[in-house]
């Protein structure tokens, strides 16, 4: 048995005997199939027709593939994985943004700040692994964005706090190292999370070498996954998702909101700015500060909060702010003092969950879907029902249905 020499012994194995109060009686019986669920981070719609990707074609020929999968807002990495992990909109999670401030608990959110994402109140709604373990199915969400915090008081069966540095091939091979485990224990649902097409992304632009590389780095991986997985015969019972949680888009310092051209920075404090600004005016200030954005109003729509559009799934949280300021596409929010420190160029996230830019990918393989199947847009907020159906589970509350996905089911 081949065991990782990174990972194993960092992960956490809680479960096994850990007996979930509260939890309701299984009205199914778990599927013998497993589901995997891999995210590439800024992994756009386009990129498989813009670079080379071989093993992903050839995953994708070999079972079935979305046109793009819709992500939600705002189009970042924490509030879109934890929307999938739990097929809610960010209203519905609590996870707003990457970076946000709760009046209730009177404290900030980041995902750089280790304490507060190990911290289970930021959380809301049932994750997918919480849903497995409660019927039985231990669970191995490595990296996933809320896997560190004991959600609804429970961590996973096997977890680890992110390390980005972990080499890729580590990932893969804890995943194959779960596959080959036996009885009670071995994990039935497994992520795997890879963050260097959306770092890259990030430094060089969608449009790159760099990306090619890292998608190359990527690819290659995935084709190791696969190997392994037929050297250890368990391609027949393992069904693989690959997802990504957003897109990427150029942007550049000719393409800058200067926020402190427009209102007095000291009548608001800013917690989150670009490209979605959450603004919290200073007491009394609300109507004056909202009224001298809206009047500028020029390469960004800006928003009292109860008139966000319904769309975003977004504005029914105390988490989100007062003012909401939505850079146009390829936009960025700053002022004239971060300008200093920033270089605006090479590509970001975070726009309107409409614009085509902001479109990530979905594929699936394995023993329950469909071969050579395409199939249209999908909403992110769907994949927690696909999940659950594979595991055959009862799913929790959520925004979801399986229906744009039962296409795709044999
Ligand atoms: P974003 O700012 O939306 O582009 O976030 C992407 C970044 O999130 C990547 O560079 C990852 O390294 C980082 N990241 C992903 N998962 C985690 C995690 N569980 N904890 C902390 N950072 C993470
Ligand atoms: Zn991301
Ligand atoms: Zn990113």
Redesign the pocket.
Known sequence: MKISRFVIPILIPLVSLVFFSGCQPAEKSPSTEKVLLISI??FRHDYRQMYHTPNLDQFADEGSQAEFLIPVFPT??FP?HYSIATGLYTENTGLVSNNMYDPEFDAYYSLADREAVQDARWYEGEPIWLTAEKQEIPAAPLFWPGSEAPIGGKYASYWSPYDEDLPYKARVDSVIHWLQMEGETAPGFMTLYFSKV?TYGHWYGPDSDSVAVALKEVDEHLGYLIEELNRIGKQDILNILIVS??GMMEVSEERVILLDELIDLRDVEITDWAPVAAIRPKPGEKEYVFGKLKASEKNYTVYLKDDLPDRYGYKNHRRVSDIVLIADPGYTITSHKRLISADISGGT?GYDNREPEMRGIFMARGPSIKRDQKIGPVQNIHLYELMSHLLNIEPAFNDGSLDSLRQILK
């Open positions: 981070d800024g970042k990495t879109n959306d949680d957003h996230h």
